[in-house]
């Protein structure tokens, strides 16, 4: 097999603790990286400095961007033939770069892969552990044949990167670049493939503000904005159709309960969705029940159910805005 170089880009703003550890990672990888390139997205915690003391190619830039700005001029420093994209919070598995590199040398027509966070989130508070395993479990159970890229752990021939301008840059802040730059991949007829073994480790704690905040400005209405413009609506990853059907029965969950306080027969309506929006997510309590427990699965289901709320929100909004916002 011909001989594949390997530069991983991580752009960092304020790392702290974490990018000290994702860094630390790298050292323990079985297949180290011909090159690691950081950069300093304008951060003011010494960031840069801890980058140097680990021997990596630092780039420091003035003001933030936000991480696809960043990781474009990483992508065009690095030299490897293959660029690993990988956030500051997260730690690869000693076998990552490994079986990157081996899924690269066997398949030539390969333009990009992605990986999978792995079953034991880094942060052991509650909304870390539901948010990061139920990222896990989303990949775990998705199609190989993949339709967006990752930036946390994703892989990229360089000369298809460059090739199609990189991440677009009018995303300012952690959003969906990656899986904008996907659609534009697929578009353009290159094969991108989800690899379940190739897995790193999140570090993030999530508290309910930043979930909430980020899963809805950063991610439902960007993406929902993105799906229309393009007309893209793959049945994979958080689009697949039970993740839909349950967008569509937590809005029946509400208003038959609304509806139920003026008319009481329709309780029974009200108990039938939810034991349906029970049945068709059993895979999903399921995996949470073997990974820790029924009563952290039993606070897992309002969490869970509310996600399908504001990302079905999410969408009808931006759906609304498109088509009728120059009459609101």
Same mark, same amino acid.
Not at 15 to 23: D, K, N, Q, S
Not at 231 to 240: C, H, K, T, V
Not at 261 to 286: E, K, M, Q
């Given at each position: ?108 027509? %390969? ?133 839909? %059907? ?14 139920g306080c003026f008319f009481a027969w329709i309780w029974w309506l009200t108990a039938a969705t939810a034991l349906g929006l029970l049945l068709i997510n059993f895979n999903v309590y399921r995996f949470f029940c073997a990974k820790r427990g029924g009563l952290f699965t039993l606070r ?29």
């Amino acid at each position: 097999m011909s001989t594949i170089n390997i530069s991983i880009v991580i752009p960092v703003y304020n790392g702290g603790g974490a990018f000290y550890a994702c860094l630390g990672s790298i050292g323990h990888s079985a297949r180290p990286p011909d090159e690691i390139v950081v950069v300093s997205d304008g951060d003011t915690d010494g960031s840069w400095q801890v980058a140097e003391e680990f021997g990596t190619k630092v780039l420091r830039l003035g003001s933030s961007g936000g991480p696809a700005r960043a990781r474009n001029i990483g992508a065009k420093a690095a030299q490897g033939d293959v660029i690993f994209f990988m956030d500051a919070d997260v730690t690869l598995h000693p076998d990552t770069l490994s079986l990157v590199e081996q899924r690269f040398q066997e398949q030539p027509e %390969l333009a990009a892969l992605i990986g999978s966070y792995d079953d034991a989130p880094g942060a052991e508070n509650f909304l870390s552990q539901y948010k990061n395993l139920f990222h896990h479990y989303t990949h775990q159970t998705s199609a190989e044949i993949a339709s967006t890229f990752w930036g946390a752990c994703g892989a990229i021939r360089r000369s298809v990167f460059l090739a199609i301008e990189g991440f677009d840059e009018t995303y300012t802040q952690p959003c969906i670049e990656d899986i904008e730059l996907g659609y534009r991949l697929k578009r353009m007829g290159y094969e991108i493939r989800l690899y379940k073994d190739i897995q790193v480790k999140h570090l993030k704690r999530w508290e309910a503000r930043s979930l909430l905040k980020a899963d809805i400005f950063y991610r439902a209405i960007p993406w929902a904005t993105l799906l229309i413009r393009e007309q893209r609506f793959d049945a994979d990853l958080n689009l697949n159709y039970t993740n839909r %059907l349950s967008v569509l029965g937590v809005f029946a969950l509400i208003v038959t309960a609304l509806a139920g306080c003026f008319f009481a027969w329709i309780w029974w309506l009200t108990a039938a969705t939810a034991l349906g929006l029970l049945l068709i997510n059993f895979n999903v309590y399921r995996f949470f029940c073997a990974k820790r427990g029924g009563l952290f699965t039993l606070r897992v289901i309002p969490w869970h159910w509310l996600y399908f709320f504001y990302g079905g929100s999410a969408f009808v909004w931006v759906l609304m805005q498109h088509y009728f916002g120059r009459f609101l």
